[in-house]
């Protein structure tokens, strides 16, 4: 298996909504990410989990809150969000980067979420 | 804040033709560098990584290191109106351990 998968494809949420972004992995990845792209931008580091723990926390506002239940789980949870928080969210996973950073990232199909 | 530049187009080339993407990077320790695809609408795909000066070739793709330079390219050999799309450059920032991606070229092939 050498798929990230990430589901809901597409979500459609209120301001005032909690919902959760999922993504799931059997590659043996010890590394998790989320990106978030908004349209015609490149892809924006959010959290990074190095063996299940928040290594990396790119100041994201506390709206969104990350968990990763085990090695092959990645949870977005979202709350309050804004309409500006509509863009497309990436997980993606790759083995931990050793200190010469050789390191591939495969990426989720990706969840279009769109803020009303 | 380490930066990844790339122009963003559109680079537009006939079929058949050579298409050539160019990236330049801040960070003098930077070691692994890539070339990610992504369609519109689609998530990134890896096309090529490189980690030492000089030329790597996979297929139609050839991807070329200059340190020295801080110049990373992508060439695009016999390039198919299926090549259209946004080339992503991005490298390892070494101190965080994660990828950052330059803004994206985006490609035309015209038939």
């Known amino acids: 298996d050498t798929e990230v998968t990430q589901t809901p494809k597409h979500l459609v949420m209120g301001m005032t909504n909690k919902k959760s972004l999922k993504c799931e992995q059997h590659?043996?990845?010890?590394?998790m990410y989320w990106y978030k792209q908004k349209a015609k931008k490149p892809p924006e580091l959010m959290f990074v989990y190095s063996y299940e723990k928040l290594s990396i926390n790119e100041s994201v506002p506390s709206r969104f809150s990350p968990e990763c239940p085990n090695s092959s789980l990645l949870n977005l949870h979202l709350h309050a969000l804004q309409p500006e928080d509509s863009a497309l969210y990436l997980c993606a996973s790759s083995q931990v980067p050793d200190n010469s950073g050789a390191n591939v990232l495969t990426f989720g199909a990706g969840s279009r979420l769109t803020v009303l | 804040q380490k930066e990844v530049e790339q122009n963003s187009g559109p680079l537009s080339v006939p079929e058949g033709a050579i298409a050539s993407l160019n990236c330049t990077y801040s960070?003098?320790?930077?070691?692994?560098f890539f070339w990610y695809r992504q369609y519109s609408g689609k998530s990134p795909e890896l096309i090529m990584s490189?980690?030492?000066?000089g030329d790597k070739e996979d297929g139609r793709f050839t991807a070329q290191l200059n340190k020295a330079s801080q110049y990373v390219s992508l060439l695009i050999r016999d390039s198919q109106p299926s090549d259209s799309a946004t080339y992503l450059c991005a490298v390892m920032d070494t101190g965080r351990r994660a990828l950052t991606f330059g803004s994206g070229t985006r490609l035309q092939v015209q038939p």
């Open positions: 590659m043996g990845h010890r590394a």
């Open positions: 960070d003098r320790v930077s070691q692994s």
């Open positions: 490189i980690y030492s000066n």
